[in-house]
């Protein structure tokens, strides 16, 4: 005589397959995730606690894609940002003036200010 299959073992084939697409979908998410911000890897740089860090971490950001928008998150340290990112001082005026309106310091922004006069 053949066995029945019980609605026990149906469920549990259920429960396994679906925890399995589960899996696989939250693995493909992570990956897209990675790829996304590998782009230009802003979230990485975002989850940084120190301001230092994170501004040499969009310093480098804004080097190695020639992106010097990225110096907006830079804040004290746009300066080191400007010269790494733009080293022949291209920048568009406008892109300069976001950079330094981003400034949370209002002596520091007088300075970007004045850099970029000077520089640009």
């Given at each position: 005589?053949?066995?029945?299959?019980?609605?026990?073992?149906?469920?549990?084939?259920?429960?396994?397959?679906?925890?399995?697409?589960?899996?696989?979908?939250?693995?493909?998410?992570?990956?897209?995730?990675?790829?996304?911000?590998?782009?230009?890897?802003?979230?990485?740089c975002?989850?940084?606690?120190?301001?230092?860090?994170?501004?040499?971490?969009?310093t480098?950001?804004?080097?190695?894609?020639?992106?010097?928008?990225?110096?907006?998150?830079?804040?004290?340290?746009?300066?080191?940002?400007?010269?790494?990112?733009?080293?022949n001082?291209?920048a568009?005026?406008?892109?300069?003036?976001?950079?330094?309106?981003?400034?949370?310091?209002?002596?520091?922004?007088?300075?970007?200010?004045?850099?970029?006069?000077?520089?640009?």
């Amino acid at each position: 005589m053949g066995k029945k299959k019980s609605k026990h073992d149906d469920s549990k084939k259920f429960i396994l397959i679906f925890s399995a697409l589960l899996l696989l979908g939250l693995i493909a998410s992570y990956f897209f995730y990675i790829s996304g911000s590998e782009n230009y890897g802003d979230s990485s740089c975002d989850i940084i606690a120190d301001s230092q860090e994170r501004a040499d971490c969009y310093t480098r950001l804004a080097a190695n894609t020639g992106n010097v928008g990225y110096c907006i998150n830079t804040n004290y340290w746009f300066e080191e940002c400007l010269d790494t990112a733009d080293p022949n001082h291209a920048a568009d005026s406008e892109l300069l003036q976001e950079i330094c309106n981003a400034v949370t310091d209002s002596s520091k922004r007088v300075e970007c200010s004045e850099y970029v006069e000077e520089n640009y």
